[in-house]
């Protein structure tokens, strides 16, 4: 068998594969509604979770998921769900809950560029997760899983708007301010919960779960409407400084065109793991990233569409271009209610084959 390199910090097995759902898919198949409720009373957040293992359990029970489904787990955050709108409540965006979509994130349009840290931790929004996380605690005597911290950017146009593209050029100094405030506020955000649970960011992919160390992921989904240019001056920074004390790191970049930043994501220290849109370049990014994980995100759009046998060569033909299987996942994220089982049956059975043409042990 071929020896490829291992990432030491990930300890991960080759080829992990996972899959997240979208809120209409677990509306109109079993019936799950996503109100406030969802995210904030414990008894249902307890209940829903353990439902949603049972009908992953069900379906594809076989490829490792819903493991769950037997035990009540005292879960803080979506972990079935692409959901990343907890922060921004925090720093003052208006949120709206939706009964068959993830919440909406309402831009608060701020006219500052300030951030209140402190105001954050005692914002409603925040009040309502101690109390879930306590009432979990109390009953079960532990908490787990994590809650989707978004990032810098993201955040940053939730509360500014579109505003914050022009401050960038404008008032250069006064953005370094502003964004250094928010990396602050995600990093009480997220030690807070690593200290109690051991998890950063199941909750913003969950493939990362096949990782047995915790994968600290910086959600990047609105750096494919800047430059490279703004990039390596406004944010840059930001990765490489969590890069070296919390590692393993991943950058997540779900949009069409993560090769434009590959030269300056291999400016990152240590970035173990790299979170690919549908539409990346796979083959140019594993030339400047040689030694990071690639995510491959499939498309949950075109997946309804595909043929299982296009599914299947589509995965064989990113998996190739990776080039390692042991750097490797694939994942599909927000498929819809579109969408049929054995397309989904395929990710998995494309990803098992792919082991055994390998003969790696799984």
């Not at 097995?13 to 996972?18: E, R, S, T």
């Not at 989904?344 to 082991?355: H, M, P, R, W």
Request: one cysteine or more; charged letters at 25%.
């Amino acid at each position: 068998m071929k020896e490829f390199y291992k990432n030491g910090m990930l300890n991960n097995p080759p080829l992990p594969v996972d899959i997240v759902l979208h809120p209409s898919w677990w509306f109109y198949n079993e019936g799950i509604t996503f109100d406030k409720d969802y995210y904030f009373n414990p008894a249902k957040r307890v209940e829903v979770e353990q439902r949603m293992e049972k009908a992953l359990y069900e379906r594809w029970g076989r490829y490792g998921l819903g493991k769950g489904c037997k035990k009540e787990r005292p879960v803080i955050g979506a972990l079935h769900l692409a959901a990343g709108f907890m922060v921004s409540g925090m720093l003052g965006c208006r949120v709206e809950y939706l009964e068959d979509s993830a919440p909406q994130v309402i831009t608060a349009d701020t006219d500052t560029l300030n951030i209140n840290a402190e105001g954050a931790f005692k914002s409603d929004i925040y009040k309502d997760y101690e109390n879930l996380a306590d009432r979990l605690k109390s009953k079960y005597g532990y908490i787990e899983g994590d809650i989707n911290w978004s990032g810098v950017l993201n955040i940053a146009l939730d509360l500014r708007g579109e505003r914050i593209f022009l401050d960038m050029f404008d008032k250069p100094g006064e953005v370094d301010k502003y964004f250094n405030g928010i990396a602050h506020v995600l990093d009480r955000f997220t030690q807070s919960i690593k200290k109690e649970t051991g998890s950063y960011s199941v909750s913003v992919n969950r493939n990362v779960r096949n990782i047995p160390e915790p994968v600290f992921l910086h959600s990047e989904c609105s750096h494919t409407m800047i430059s490279v240019q703004d990039y390596e001056r406004f944010l840059l920074r930001y990765d490489v400084e969590w890069s070296n004390k919390c590692r393993p790191f991943g950058i997540h970049y779900c949009g069409a065109d993560p090769h434009r930043y590959a030269e300056s994501f291999a400016k990152v220290p240590h970035l173990d793991f790299l979170d690919i849109g549908w539409g990346g370049d796979v083959k140019l990014l594993r030339q400047k990233l040689p030694n990071t994980f690639f995510n491959i995100r499939l498309s949950p759009v075109e997946i309804i569409n595909e043929s299982t046998d296009e599914i299947k060569n589509m995965i064989i033909k990113l998996a190739e271009e990776s080039e390692n299987p042991w750097l490797t996942g694939v994942c599909c994220i927000n498929m819809d209610h579109h969408v049929s089982d054995d397309k989904i049956t395929a990710i998995f059975e494309t990803v098992e084959g792919l082991k055994r043409e390998l003969n790696i042990p799984s």
